[in-house]
């Protein structure tokens, strides 16, 4: 033990006399073809740089960075070989033109340091770029230069990792407050953008926290799942493709669009605030406010918080479910990808991608629907970037074979687009006053605090049984049933509500509950009950207790709320 003591003492002692530069690829100012993906910095700590260019290699991305001082340097590029004994992904770092021996994407099963030896640096400035070698994938998360050769950063994406990170990048622990507002609305998806616009007609000073580059999330253009159930008409403004435009004609909302979520404050069972990180630049920026609304899909928030939630499927006995499983398991609905394909004006080929058809095997069905679909029973966050991967592959697996096969019929066939963001199905499901059940569905239960009506069917997905990337459905119609507002706030965190697919349900509830339209009405119900919070100067169970009636009243627009859900240009 004291031996290590002292080796760790002299690693300390000489890190910190090394010069050192970290440099984030996503920060890079040219990308090139290359595209900032976010989706798993939970994770795996960080927004990387890929390279999706479907087959086709990208365009360089480049930055020109300043060194500390001229000198030799150790270069360690973070980076994940995504199928280990393929290497789809490949690609060199240059620096002042020169090509590293190395090629980074070859090695490892997760993400790591890979070692780029040394290199000279020769002035205080170098240009850096990363050479994509394969269109498929490769994925560069950060560069770090370090003139202590002996030094080894660590591959543990933990809170050490983080702080070790922002040191080096200069970004302060304690984020710069960008003001107070009256509700934190986190996740811009259907359910979001619906709570966001309500709370903001109601008079609320909203920040809505988005981060993707879009909003709208599975709904979105980078997802494209139709929204479907019984709407208001809140919910038709944000359902379709005007919905960027009619969230920035609303001033109340400050808009934080590409920025994640990604830490709370807390005292005692409230959340103080919420820290988001810019995706592309890493800046932090701290947002106060005093209700607190998860439209995140997967309740973060209340994940980080400490929310009670509930994550697979319930067993048969727990609530007397008919469609539930005899047994409690992880189960959840599955992951999808996007993708197109066209006919295009001349013969191409594609790659052959063994790495890619020993997933997608014999299929050759390139009809692109949400049928494609996986990670049923992984576990949809934690495992999220393999089940995105898996998809991947099936996707150029199946492209590959059709080519083959068909080389006259397909010949002029391409992939138009393949989305990189994989739509998740199912996850964490918050636990509310009340949680919703398949007997609440079936009978129509009524709910003195009903604020939404579920609608169509009990969509249950399964792996399909040939191929593990297509999904099986079962899928049972119901009748419209009301929602109460106690699916809706946090048992256990005093000023969290959620809307979407992250409310209180069974797996079997949930899978009705889930509809896009559905938990748009979700957030329509909790942008009003935050205005109510502020209102009455309570919280989101003081509405149950004490203000249904008018919670009732603004969301089915009654009375004198009978313009308030109305665009606020229209109302001046
Ligand atoms: C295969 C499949 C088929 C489906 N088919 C249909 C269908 O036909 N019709 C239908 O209505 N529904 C369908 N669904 C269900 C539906 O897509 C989801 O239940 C729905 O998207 C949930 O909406 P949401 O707003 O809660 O979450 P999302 O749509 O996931 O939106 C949440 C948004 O929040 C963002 N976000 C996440 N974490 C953070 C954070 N920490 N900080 C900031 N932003 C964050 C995400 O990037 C995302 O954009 C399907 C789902 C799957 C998987």
């Known amino acids: 033990m004291k031996q290590f003591a002292v080796i760790l003492a002299v690693l300390i002692a000489s890190s910190a006399t090394a010069a050192e530069l970290l440099v984030e690829a996503e920060s890079f100012s040219k990308r090139g073809g290359w595209t900032v993906d976010p989706q798993f910095m939970d994770v795996m700590g960080s927004p990387y740089l890929l390279a999706h260019g479907l087959g086709k290699p990208v365009a360089d991305a480049e930055q020109l960075v300043e060194f500390p001082q001229p000198g030799v340097y150790r270069l360690w590029v973070r980076t994940k070989d995504w199928v280990p004994s393929h290497h789809p992904g490949r690609f060199q770092v240059t620096i002042d ?43 560069c998360d950060a560069l770090f230069f370090t003139t202590d050769m002996d030094f080894r950063p660590s591959n543990e994406p933990d809170s050490r990792m983080a702080a070790w990170r922002r040191k080096l990048v200069g970004i302060p622990e304690t984020p710069p407050s960008i003001g107070n507002f009256d509700v934190l609305v986190a996740g811009g998806g259907v359910a979001g953008c619906s709570a966001a616009l309500v709370a903001a007609r109601l008079g609320l000073r909203v920040a809505l926290v988005q981060n993707r580059p879009v909003l709208g999330g599975n709904a979105s253009s980078e997802i494209d799942i139709p929204p479907r159930g019984l709407a208001r008409s809140v919910t038709d403004e944000v359902a379709g493709s005007e919905r960027a435009g009619v969230i920035a004609a609303e001033k109340n909302i400050e808009l934080l669009l590409g920025w994640h979520a990604f830490r709370v404050q807390k005292e005692g069972a409230r959340i103080i605030s919420v820290d988001a990180k810019n995706v592309s630049t890493n800046k932090e920026v701290r947002i106060n406010a005093p209700v607190i609304i998860d439209c995140t899909g997967d309740g973060w928030i209340g994940f980080r918080a400490g929310a009670e939630y509930r994550m697979g499927r319930e067993g048969r006995s727990e609530f007397d479910e008919p469609l539930a499983p005899e047994t409690a ?144 459905m079962k899928l049972i119609a119901v009748p419209p049933y009301p929602i109460p507002f106690r699916c809706l706030y946090s048992r256990n965190i005093e000023n969290l509500m959620m809307a979407g697919r992250d409310v209180s349900a069974t797996h079997v509830a949930f899978s009705s509950v889930k509809l896009m339209k559905t938990g748009g009405q979700l957030g329509i119900a909790t942008g009003a009950a935050a205005f109510l919070c502020k209102k009455h100067n309570t919280m989101p169970r003081g509405v149950y207790q004490h203000h249904i009636p008018e919670l009732q009243d603004i969301v089915f627009e009654r009375g004198s709320y009978k313009e308030s859900l109305k665009p606020s240009r229209s109302r001046e």
């Open 97 to 139: 033109g020169r090509t590293i021996d190395e090629t980074f994407g070859t090695e490892g099963e997760d993400w790591f340091w890979h070692d780029g030896k040394t290199v000279e640096i020769s002035g205080d400035t170098a240009t850096i770029k990363l050479h994509d070698l394969t269109g498929f994938d490769g994925r």
């Open 329 to 472: 398991d992880k189960m959840t609905h599955g992951c999808t990808l996007y993708f197109k394909t066209r006919e295009g004006d001349k013969p191409t080929k594609f790659p052959d991608a063994p790495w890619a058809t020993v997933v997608s095997r014999s299929h050759v069905d390139l009809r692109s629907d949400h049928s494609w679909e996986y990670g049923h029973r992984l576990d949809t966050i934690k495992d999220a970037e393999h089940i995105r991967d898996h998809l991947l592959r099936a996707i150029y697996g199946t492209f590959a074979t059709v080519k083959r096969k068909f080389p006259k019929g397909a010949a002029k066939f391409e992939l138009e687009q393949v989305g990189y963001v994989a739509a998740r199905g199912e996850s964490r499901r918050l636990v509310g006053d009340h949680i919703l059940t398949e007997n609440d569905i079936r009978s129509k239960r009524r709910f003195p605090d009903m604020v939404a009506m579920g609608s169509l069917v009990f969509c249950l997905h399964y792996p399909g049984k040939k191929y593990d990337f297509r999904n099986e």
